[in-house]
């Protein structure tokens, strides 16, 4: 099967994969989605390996892939798959730490957002920032029908998904999408590898690129370097992190974390001698602990048993 036929068939499988490991997928959108621009040539496409969804590209249509445990605790974390917004790790970063994090007993939402692209989206560096505003905004509406806390509703990202949960952590006064007036501020968030700083010198260049574009200027650097946009009202956070990271450099998480302790903001940094970049909730020597050391943050904050 040549290339195109494989993408195909993968955004054939998709929709169905996805909804087999999930309980629902909610479109977040269901009356159009704000601000886009219609293009019919780009079509959603998926790598697939044993029937399974790994990669999903050209998201034009943003969901949330709802994982119910089996006894809920009351805590959501909605998480946001890396990818360096130009693909979502939808089962690594995605599915299966939601699967994990209902073992805790907490209720997961997989965002599947859309990638950062001119063609469908009238703004496309305050795109992936208006989908999980958006989920933000639905989980906390619909929490007395999903039996959940709206005091205890999280955000987790990885890489430069965790770039995408540090500015819905830190940007969340800056409402890209009026609906209604719940609050949009996530109650804490879990950065794993994250991208934080779009600074040359620090950012992952290709994470950068897609989503400023290739020249951008100081003012917007400095507003999606999240970093720089920390206040006493930042929600706690978690950060782990390789110092053997070769392409998010540890000082992202460093960076962030020393702007959070300066801001009287609770927090806990783990960085690990070995483990590279995406290894997702497996690690490598001595950060593959790195979920138990997790396990243990939820429960100081009364999120999980």
């Known amino acids: 099967m040549d290339l195109f036929k494989w993408l195909v068939f993968g955004a054939m499988l ?22 886009a621009i219609e293009d019919k040539g780009y079509q959603e496409e998926a790598e697939v390996n044993e029937g399974k969804a790994i990669r999903v590209y050209k998201v034009s249509k943003p ?3 709802v994982f119910k445990p089996e006894k809920s605790n009351g805590t959501a974390v ?8 130009g693909y979502l790790a939808i089962d690594k970063e995605g599915v299966q730490p939601a699967k994990w994090l209902n073992e805790l007993g907490i209720m997961a939402f997989v965002l599947k957002y859309r990638l950062p692209y001119d063609g469908i ?3 496309k560096s305050f795109g992936p920032l208006q989908d999980v505003q958006q ?3 639905y989980v906390r509406t619909h929490a007395d029908e999903f039996h959940l806390d709206a005091t205890k509703i999280g955000i987790m990202g990885f890489s430069a998904g965790g770039h995408l949960a540090a500015t819905a952590s830190t940007l969340y006064d800056e409402v ?8 949009l501020r996530p109650d804490f968030s879990i950065l794993v590898y994250p991208v934080i700083s ?3 010198v620090v950012t992952h260049q290709g994470s950068k690129t897609n989503l400023l574009d290739e020249n951008p200027g100081k003012e917007e650097v400095e507003k999606f370097s999240s970093e720089e946009q920390i206040d006493a009202e930042t929600p706690p956070a978690f950060l782990v992190h390789a110092t053997d990271d070769g392409a998010v450099p540890v000082e992202n ?11 009287g903001v609770s927090s806990e940094l783990h960085v690990y001698n070995q483990g590279g970049h995406g290894f997702g909730l497996k690690g490598r020597g001595s950060s593959t602990a790195w979920t138990k050391t997790l396990e243990n943050w939820l429960k100081d904050l009364d999120l999980c048993d």
């Open 135 to 137: 989920a933000i905004r």
């Open 78 to 85: 909605i998480i946001c798959p890396g990818g360096g917004y």
């Open 121 to 123: 989206m009238t703004d």
């Open 176 to 183: 890209v999408y009026e609906e209604g007036s719940v609050s």
């Open 14 to 35: 998709l929709a169905v994969q996805f909804k087999m490991v999930s309980q629902e997928e909610i479109d977040l959108y269901p009356n159009g989605v704000p601000n």
């Open 63 to 65: 969901t949330l892939a």
């Open 253 to 263: 998480s460093l960076r962030y974390y020393k702007g959070l302790v300066e801001n």
């Open 198 to 200: 779009m600074e040359d």
